[in-house]
Each structure stands twice: as C-alpha cells, then as structure tokens.
C-alpha cells in the first residue's frame, strides 16, 4: 500500500536558517503530493502540492519539487522565521482512492529568534 | 464560507459514556473523513464518505460509529467510550473534481475519557 516518510523531527533552527524537511514515498500510481502545515491548536492547513513530476509547489518562500526518480517531495525554505514554528506533514493521494491521502508522522518545526 | 467546523471543540467523558462529534462544511464536497491524531502517530483514518448515504471504514474503525445524513454533516459516534480513545479528531472534507484532492480540515475536537 501507499506509505509516507519524512523527518523525523523535533528540528530548531535561528531564525534566518535554511530549512529541509525530507519526505519520501510509496505508492502504486501517480499521486498528488502535498505538505500542510498544522499550528499548535489548530487543524492541518494545505502549505503546497504538486500533481505531477517535475511540478515545483511553492508558498509563503516555502517550495517542494515531485521528484518521481527518487520518490521524494523535500520542503525548503531559504530563511525561516519565528512564525514558520508548526508541525509539518507531507502527504500524498492517488486520484481513484475516494480522495483518501495518506499522512507521514509529521515533523515539528521550532525556530529560535 | 466558515469552511469546515467541528463541534465541539472541547470534551470530557468518563469510560462507557457515549457522545456524537459533529462535522459540517460548506464547500458543497462530496467527501468527507474523520481522523485521529496521536502524539508520535500522525494523523490515522476512522471513517470516510464519498457522498451522502454513504459511509466506509477506514484504518481504526473499531469503537466508532458514523452517520452521512445531509452532504453538508459527518457525525462520528463513541458509543462507549475508552480512555484508548482519548485523541485529537480532526474532520476534513475534499472534492472529487480536479486533480489534487485536496484535503480541508477543521479545527479540530480534544477528547479526553477518563
């Protein structure tokens, strides 16, 4: 079956830091692949996706590549910030599945002023 | 557009006690799903729905119920809880049209069962 692997976390950084969060993937069609983003208290909320390979997905400075030789969609973000403090999760989902995503075990993100 | 709400956000419940969480959303999406969050375990499906009228296990079913009554409402019911079930829910919705099933989910409901 479908499967997700990022990071393991927790990760600090100082504030102005480059971050990458590794994920990689498994998955027996062509699948979206996305990360959300979830601040304390609240739900997940979509950061960025890409729906196919090569697609680069990118919000807020934060961007991931569909690299469908390595199976992986890394998060980078060139200078982070105080608020970029959240957990982290990438995800895929394939489109014949009743939109069901699958999940990794989410990274949480600390950074440091 | 409220998006997806969940209520309630808070609740205490002691073992064998029963209770209904409610889902709505206002995207006008087909599907709907239920989650439960765990410290170090991720986000695990409960139940899902591809439309109203329907309902369909997913990876932790056992110990809870669900209702799709209205498009718009996913009811998920602990009939007797377990401090097992003491977890964050996290209702979401998505659409089948496009390509990226996109997933909106709520803020969320903290159960604890004593």
């Known amino acids: 079956g479908d499967s997700v692997t990022q990071m393991e976390g927790p990760v600090t950084l100082s504030e102005e830091a480059f971050l990458t969060i590794n994920c990689t993937y498994t998955?027996?069609?062509?699948?979206?692949l996305f990360w959300y983003v979830q601040y304390p208290g609240e739900g997940l909320q979509l950061l960025l996706k890409?729906?196919?390979?090569?697609d680069k997905g990118s919000n807020k400075g934060f961007e991931a590549t569909y690299r469908k030789e390595t199976t992986s969609f890394h998060l980078e973000k060139g200078s982070v910030q105080v608020s970029d403090s959240a957990v982290y999760f990438c995800?895929?989902?394939?489109?014949?599945?009743?939109?069901?995503?699958?999940f990794g075990d989410g990274t949480t993100l600390t950074v440091k002023p | 557009n409220a998006g997806v709400t969940q209520t309630p956000k808070f609740r205490v419940l002691k073992t064998g006690q029963s209770m209904t969480l409610l889902c709505a959303q206002d995207?006008?999406?087909?599907?709907m799903y239920w989650y439960r969050q765990d410290p170090g375990m991720g986000l695990r499906l409960i139940h899902y729905?591809?439309?109203?009228?329907?309902?369909a296990k997913g990876e932790v079913p056992d110990g809870y119920n669900v209702s799709r009554l209205k498009k718009q409402n996913f009811l998920l019911g602990l009939e007797s809880a377990a401090p097992s079930q003491t977890s964050v829910y996290f209702c979401?919705?998505?659409?089948?049209?496009?390509?990226?099933?996109?997933?909106?989910f709520g803020p969320g409901t903290r159960l604890t069962v004593l």
């Open positions: 979401a919705s998505s659409s089948p049209t496009g390509v990226s099933n996109t997933q909106y």
């Open positions: 998955a027996t069609g062509y699948p979206s």
């Open positions: 890409a729906t196919k390979a090569d």
């Open positions: 995800a895929l989902s394939e489109n014949t599945n009743a939109g069901k995503s699958t």
């Open positions: 995207m006008n999406h087909e599907y």
């Open positions: 729905s591809v439309g109203e009228g329907t309902t």
